[in-house]
């Protein structure tokens, strides 16, 4: 008996769940009036869900999800970054509207992705949340990255005037850090498209069989 056919699915649901719901709930708990406290109100709900998704890398290393690893480490990896690196560690930039804005995204993604793999894994298909799953993210993926290329833009002044995370090296060399950010800027867009390469790839791979009625001439 495969050991995972029961407590995979269970522990796949079981972080779906949470890492979807929690924050979800708590975000629209708030209003549309606490854009600016937003950080303040479900940052640390942000942290925990997006430390548990980590959980997925595993699941797809084990075979329980089956997913490439590559284009979902480097979406995780985005996410890690611009959360615990630029947002948590600059209080200035937790009060900035695209923090907001990022945290609508993640949610809107996650909400219908994490629907999708659930009932997958436990063998229930619908077709329109199909279509959804592989077609919402290609709008609302690229404005992350936007987003999120933003966030680190507005992060900039704050890290050179702090030094935060600026070391100094032997042989007087330094780590500048606004500098680390902005190649890392680069690396985000090109990062973007490979994700997006793999998976409009997918996309069409998993609506090669979707139903489409075709009109009577």
């Not at 890398?57 to 797809?60: D, K, Q």
């Not at 985005?78 to 930039?93: A, C, D, G, N």
């Given at each position: 008996m495969d050991i995972y056919q029961y407590d995979s699915p269970i522990l796949f649901i079981w972080r779906s769940n949470l890492a979807s719901c929690c924050r979800n709930q708590a975000f629209l708990e708030k209003g549309a009036d606490s854009m600016v406290d937003t950080f303040y109100a479900i940052g640390l709900v942000m942290r925990v869900c997006q430390s548990i998704s980590l959980l997925e890398?595993?699941?797809?290393c084990v075979g329980i999800e089956p997913n490439h690893l590559l284009p979902r480490f480097l979406q995780l990896t985005?996410?890690?970054?611009?959360?615990?690196?630029?947002?948590?560690?600059?209080?200035?930039?937790q009060e900035k509207y695209v923090v907001c804005v990022l945290f609508i995204f993640w949610n809107l993604l996650d909400m219908v992705r994490y629907t999708y793999s659930m009932l997958s894994v436990i063998g229930i298909s619908y077709a329109v949340l199909t279509w959804l799953s592989q077609t919402l993210w290609m709008p609302i993926y690229p404005l992350c990255?936007?987003?999120?290329?933003?966030?680190?833009?507005?992060?900039?002044?704050?890290?050179?005037?702090?030094?935060t995370y600026c070391t100094k090296l032997p042989f007087d060399l330094a780590i500048y850090f606004p500098y680390v950010l902005k190649m890392y800027l680069m690396m985000l867009f090109i990062g973007m498209y490979f994700t997006y390469s793999?998976?409009?790839s997918e996309r069409r791979d998993v609506l090669q069989g979707f139903p489409v009625k075709k009109k009577k001439v």
């Open positions: 890398l595993l699941h797809i985005e996410r890690i970054i611009i959360l615990f690196v630029v947002i948590t560690s600059q209080e200035e930039v990255v936007l987003a999120e290329a933003f966030a680190i833009y507005q992060s900039l002044p704050y890290f050179e005037s702090s030094g793999h998976l409009y």
